[in-house]
């Protein structure tokens, strides 16, 4: 064909001189190589979407969600745990290099740097190329990055007190306290209440009272000497008031 035959010249651009209807294309001419958007891949689509979708309600079905007791602002031995996705950056932050006085380091000036090197990473490495071996620079990134993540996840799920933060997040029957009684007074003067909470309602150190099944001599027995992570000698009061103490922690425990 020659140059310009069938072709309009306006200005610089080229059009066709004739308008052709706008049929899409035959499929048919690349057998099993590629198909119609609509209704073949789209319908492909929903049906992948909808066994998901099935499989995550029967997931939540059979494994509701855990839910804790309501947050207290005041308890200031809470274990927190992010989500799993932000674990690495959870972890990341436990480490003296970014944490206490370099905290900014752990939260900001290091995860910036790591996604604003994702955001430049187009700018960086250009190559044609797609496989990997022919891409180090982006092929190192990447494993970089994805071994760093899988080890701070990782590093965060081994080294976490599970026992500890499903005790702390135990929901309890709510009991209620009589904050006015002598045995709660000495509680709040021997610093009970800095471990057991200000509702007796438990932490990650130590029990919840409110549903003690022990005698007050028994109550008074660990008080003064200590059991499992409460160690001996905590209680510095007189033996009027250890007695006075049990009796208030065991009356609770009864309580319908």
Not at 126 to 155: C, Q
Not at 157 to 184: L, P, R
């Amino acid at each position: 064909m020659h140059r310009g035959k069938g072709m309009k010249f306006v200005g610089d651009s080229r059009v066709p001189a004739v308008r052709k209807p706008n049929i899409p294309k035959d499929y048919s001419e690349y057998p099993g190589k590629t198909e119609a958007f609509w209704p073949n891949f789209l319908l492909k689509e929903w049906m992948v979407g909808a066994v998901f979708l099935i499989g995550y309600l029967c997931l939540t079905v059979a494994h509701p969600s855990p839910l804790e007791r309501i947050a207290d602002p005041t308890d200031t031995g809470y274990i927190p745990l992010p989500d799993w996705y932000f674990l690495f950056l959870y972890q990341l932050l436990k480490y003296s290099y970014a944490s206490g006085p370099y905290n900014v380091i752990g939260a900001f000036i290091m995860p910036g740097i790591a996604f604003g090197a994702l955001l430049l990473a187009p700018f960086i490495d250009r190559g044609p190329e797609r496989r990997p071996s022919k891409r180090p620079l982006a092929t190192g990134f990447m494993l970089l990055a994805l071994a760093s993540i899988f080890y701070l996840t990782w590093e965060s799920v081994v080294t976490h007190d599970w026992e500890a933060a499903k005790a702390q997040g135990k929901i309890v029957k709510e009991v209620a306290i009589d904050k006015e009684a002598d045995g709660y007074k000495i509680m709040e003067k021997q610093t009970c209440l800095t471990c057991h909470g200000e509702n007796l309602q438990g932490g990650p150190a130590a029990p919840a009272l409110t549903e003690v099944k022990l005698s007050p001599e028994e109550i008074a027995n660990v008080a003064k000497n200590g059991k499992g992570n409460m160690p001996p000698g905590v209680f510095k009061g007189t033996d009027e008031e250890l007695k006075t103490l049990s009796e208030f922690i065991a009356s609770i425990g009864k309580q319908e």
